[in-house]
């Protein structure tokens, strides 16, 4: 950041009074710039015992397959926000459920919040950010092409948990790139 947006003076970055992290701070008007991790909101939708799974038609990651997720909108709830991604990427309507994963993904400043999900409907296609749309039974999915490590983590505990009959939440963090960078979209 070289410029506030609330006055369009420059800003360096320093610590402010009574704040123990550095921040971007106008050098004429003192606003101060807070830069926060933004939150990634998705859905495991399931139909018929299988999971609706989207390939990735942007980058990062192309051609990767993924459960719909996107950021998280302000003027939107978690569960409307993975509802509108699913919608976006898969053209498919759910009914949001419990919430199976929450990863913080440290280096790449992102917070993922995934849940379970019902088709609300059985229609599905590809959206514009989808190469494919397809509904996967467990043993079909194509592991060796999850685009993220956060998708990963939140696929296997949601089928661990099913295979168990219970719904749980599942909390972890990510502090550096492991084969699946962080998504940015």
Partial sequence: MNYCSACGARVELRV??????PRFVCVSCGTIHYQNPRVIVGCIPEHDGKLLLCRRAIQPRLGF??????FMENGESLESGAARECWEEAQARVDIGSLVAVVTVIHAEQVHVMFRARLAEPGYAAGPESL???LFAPEDIPWK???????DFALRRYLEDRAAGVERL?????????GHPAPSS
Avoid: L
């Avoid at 402010?16 to 992290?21: E, F, L, V």
């Fill in 16 to 21: 402010p009074d009574g704040d123990n992290m």
């Fill in 65 to 70: 397959w993924t459960f719909p997720a996107g």
């Fill in 132 to 134: 494919e749309v397809a």
């Fill in 145 to 151: 092409d999850i685009a993220f490590r956060s998708i």
């Fill in 170 to 178: 599942h909390i972890t963090h990510f502090e550096a790139p492991a």
